[in-house]
T-cell receptor, first 109, second 114 residues
Framework: KNQVEQSPQSLIILEGKNCTLQCNYTVSPFSNLRWYKQDTGRGPVSLTIMTFSENTKSNGRYTATLDADTKQSSLHITASQLSDSASYICVVTSNDMRFGAGTRLTVKP | SAVISQKPSRDICQRGTSLTIQCQVDSQVTMMFWYRQQPGQSLTLIATANQGSEATYESGFVIDKFPISRPNLTFSTLTVSNMSPEDSSIYLC???????????FGNGTRLTVT
């Protein structure tokens, strides 16, 4: 069983709408959690990093949250744009890096 | 952030042949990794490429199948040997300054084995 579970597996929203992606993990000990964006045909790019003491961090229209007690993180995208269409991957660093399978987001006009 | 050039971007190969993938970084980096990403799956770490010494392989991956070279701090190659259709996947090179730094990825090599 993967120690980093992401949901939903895929998501389709209309341009301008908001959405929230989820990441639950069982990895221990915890060092940090990163959200990556992977455009089709490209390598993943880091969006944000969350450490144990951080609850919320924003990067433009992206806001990540972390609840270290329940081992859950979310990535909220505000006012979605067509260019947000991509896979979003949650990566938890412990003694090594554990990757989630990603959420495939499609933003339609 | 590091700029990573990965070649080839894609290839179609016949069963039983080998393909060498190159990864060139525009700056010296300590940590360099090779990942595999199968459709709809997580990224899976194949090995850590160590400069001047043998690569460190993850469980399920062996040097005979995936030989890796890293002659200096800016370049590495991954060879997929004696390929079978099960090796069809995207192979990604990535680098990081240290454990707490983000990974920077190449754009990947999409390999199809027929």
């Amino acid at each position: 069983k993967n120690q980093v579970e992401q949901s939903p597996q895929s998501l389709i929203i209309l341009e301008g709408k908001n959405c929230t992606l989820q990441c639950n993990y069982t990895v221990s000990p915890f060092s940090n959690l990163r959200w990556y964006k992977q455009d089709t045909g490209r390598g993943p790019v880091s969006l944000t990093i969350m450490t144990f003491s951080e609850n919320t961090k924003s990067n433009g229209r992206y806001t990540a949250t972390l609840d270290a007690d329940t081992k859950q993180s979310s990535l909220h995208i505000t006012a979605s744009q067509l260019s947000d269409s991509a896979s979003y991957i949650c990566v938890v660093t412990s003694n090594d890096m554990r990757f989630g399978a990603g959420t495939r987001l499609t933003v339609k006009p | 952030s590091a700029v990573i050039s990965q070649k080839p971007s894609r290839d179609i190969c016949q069963r039983g042949t080998s393909l060498t993938i190159q990864c060139q970084v525009d700056s010296q980096v300590t940590m360099m990794f090779w990942y595999r990403q199968q459709p709809g799956q997580s990224l899976t770490l194949i090995a850590t490429a160590n400069q001047g010494s043998e690569a460190t392989y993850e469980s399920g991956f062996v040097i005979d199948k995936f030989p890796i070279s890293r002659p200096n701090l800016t370049f590495s190659t991954l060879t997929v040997s004696n390929m079978s259709p099960e090796d069809s996947s995207i192979y990604l090179c990535s680098v990081a300054r240290d454990r707490d730094s983000p990974l920077h990825f190449g754009n990947g090599t999409r390999l199809t084995v027929t």
